[in-house]
């Protein structure tokens, strides 16, 4: 039996699947993990830190000694902000991708902190592909970094990060990937994608519980950044460099989120790495996008930009359905899935993360078509005009 079989485990206690790109469903030891109290200053608890630490840093392969890791406190997008008000400095200028919410959140970011950003918009549909971004830079020599999201999770789009690192390298640039909803589960070897920092978080791929995220970053674009960020608690160089010569977190850390994410981490390395849990999850998405085809949903995506971390469908056409009810009775079947966030048309997302294996996704769809019978609704097909949309922007 393949290891990822061994390693799921049911909800306890009548919980449900989460279907959400994180927080997400996690094991029970997981859980277990946070059930003792630990001192933030204490030697234990830096052992933990400084374990955690090493262990993100394997998973980036050969060339993984120029890097350092530096947790930070908080959700996804606190990290992400202090990715980006750290390493682009007050005179930078930022070319930032966007193709859904989470490009369009870290653009709002730089307006905020006042940096200076250009924003390539693709919509909900498509990728920014690397010729757009060279003839970008080309034209803008101002630019000095580029911004990029690994997996959009508003539509569950996989952005071609090797593309675009090429480039972005070839001209001379630096690129900070925010790879939230992908790292643990799709690679991000530094041997084979030039990237100056990407962040992370706790909740995701590695099936920790929320509470803090993490930067990973060139040491020497750390030792450069002192004095570039806007705020005092989302510095991740001066977090880095406490880090390093105390062993402690400069403000209280999430000890309990910590304990969790160590036991996830030691699941991650049993199933395989990232190699086997991006398998499990790529045989979820394919189970479950196999079998709401069947069912008459039509995804947002075509094929070859279906991510393993989430999926987007169409609502039906069919009047009978209304998502608010799809939802509940989804949930009271023990699945729990996510509202779209697309701009267009209506849509609903179903992640493919976490404590689930192929077997558990088959329940969705069966979940699915009988929610459908409940609903009245005869056939999950779109309407006309969110096909001829996607077929338009796809062109």
Same mark, same amino acid.
């Given at each position: 039996?393949?290891?990822?079989?061994?390693?799921?485990?049911?909800?306890? +206690?009548?919980?449900?699947? +989460?279907?959400?790109?994180?927080?997400?469903?996690?094991?029970?030891?997981?859980?277990?993990?946070?059930?003792?109290?630990?001192?933030?200053?204490?030697?234990?608890?830096? /052992?933990?830190?400084?374990?955690?630490?090493?262990?993100?840093?394997?998973? =980036?392969?050969?060339?993984?000694?120029?890097?350092?890791?530096?947790?930070?406190?908080?959700?996804?997008?606190?990290?992400?902000? /202090?990715?980006?008000?750290?390493?682009?400095?007050?005179?930078?200028?930022? *070319?930032?991708?966007?193709?859904?919410?989470?490009?369009?959140?870290?653009?709002?970011?730089? @307006?905020? *902190?006042?940096?200076?950003?250009?924003?390539?918009?693709?919509?909900?549909? *498509?990728?920014?592909?690397?010729?757009?971004? @060279?003839?970008?830079?080309?034209?803008?020599?101002?630019?000095?970094?580029?911004? #990029?999201?690994?997996?959009?999770?508003?539509?569950?789009? =996989?952005?071609?990060?090797?593309?675009?690192?090429?480039?972005?390298?070839?001209?001379?640039?630096?690129?900070?990937?925010?790879?939230?909803?992908?790292?643990?589960?799709?690679?991000?070897?530094? #041997?084979?994608?030039?990237?100056? /920092?990407?962040?992370?978080? /706790?909740?995701?791929?590695?099936?920790?519980?929320?509470?803090?995220?993490?930067?990973?970053?060139?040491?020497?674009?750390?030792?450069?950044?002192?004095?570039?960020?806007?705020?005092?608690? +989302?510095?991740?160089?001066?977090?880095?460099?406490?880090?390093?010569?105390?062993?402690?977190?400069?403000?209280?850390?999430?000890?309990?989120?910590?304990?969790?994410?160590?036991?996830? =981490?030691?699941?991650?390395?049993?199933?395989?790495?990232?190699?086997?849990?991006?398998?499990?999850?790529?045989?979820?998405?394919?189970?479950?996008?196999?079998?709401?085809?069947?069912?008459?949903?039509?995804?947002?995506?075509?094929?070859?930009?279906?991510?393993?971390?989430?999926?987007?469908?169409?609502?039906?056409?069919?009047?009978?359905?209304?998502?608010?009810?799809?939802?509940?009775?989804?949930?009271?079947?023990?699945?729990?899935?996510?509202?779209?966030?697309?701009?267009?048309?209506?849509?609903?997302?179903?992640?493919?993360?976490?404590?689930?294996?192929?077997?558990?996704?088959?329940?969705?769809?069966? #979940?699915?078509?009988?929610? +459908?019978?409940?609903?009245?609704?005869?056939?999950?097909?779109?309407?006309?005009? #969110?096909?001829?949309?996607?077929?338009?922007?796809?062109?």
């Amino acid at each position: 039996m393949p290891v990822s079989e061994r390693q799921i485990e049911p909800p306890r +206690l009548g919980e449900p699947y +989460l279907l959400t790109p994180g927080p997400l469903t996690t094991a029970y030891s997981v859980k277990e993990a946070m059930l003792r109290d630990w001192g933030s200053w204490d030697d234990d608890f830096r /052992a933990m830190t400084l374990d955690m630490r090493m262990r993100l840093l394997s998973l =980036l392969g050969k060339g993984a000694e120029d890097f350092d890791c530096v947790p930070m406190q908080g959700s996804g997008s606190f990290a992400v902000e /202090a990715m980006l008000g750290t390493f682009i400095p007050p005179d930078g200028k930022a *070319l930032v991708l966007a193709n859904g919410a989470y490009g369009l959140r870290s653009a709002q970011t730089m @307006a905020y *902190l006042g940096r200076d950003h250009i924003l390539l918009d693709k919509g909900d549909y *498509l990728p920014p592909r690397g010729e757009e971004v @060279a003839a970008i830079l080309h034209d803008d020599p101002a630019i000095t970094h580029v911004v #990029a999201i690994h997996c959009e999770t508003s539509s569950g789009i =996989l952005n071609p990060i090797d593309e675009i690192a090429r480039v972005t390298q070839a001209a001379g640039r630096k690129l900070l990937i925010d790879s939230m909803s992908a790292f643990g589960a799709i690679d991000l070897k530094v #041997a084979d994608i030039c990237y100056e /920092a990407m962040v992370s978080s /706790a909740n995701k791929c590695i099936e920790g519980v929320p509470g803090f995220g993490f930067v990973i970053a060139r040491k020497s674009a750390l030792e450069d950044a002192r004095g570039n960020c806007h705020s005092l608690s +989302l510095d991740v160089h001066a977090q880095w460099a406490h880090m390093n010569k105390t062993g402690q977190w400069r403000f209280t850390p999430p000890t309990h989120a910590v304990a969790a994410f160590l036991e996830a =981490l030691h699941q991650h390395e049993a199933e395989g790495g990232v190699a086997g849990r991006g398998g499990r999850y790529t045989r979820n998405r394919d189970v479950l996008v196999e079998g709401m085809r069947d069912l008459g949903f039509e995804t947002l995506l075509k094929d070859r930009w279906l991510s393993p971390i989430i999926v987007t469908f169409f609502c039906p056409s069919d009047d009978r359905f209304l998502f608010d009810r799809f939802y509940q009775l989804m949930k009271a079947r023990g699945f729990i899935i996510y509202p779209g966030k697309l701009t267009v048309v209506d849509s609903f997302r179903i992640g493919c993360i976490g404590q689930m294996d192929e077997n558990v996704m088959r329940r969705v769809v069966s #979940a699915a078509k009988e929610t +459908l019978e409940e609903m009245g609704v005869a056939s999950a097909t779109p309407p006309a005009k #969110a096909l001829e949309e996607r077929a338009k922007l796809a062109a």
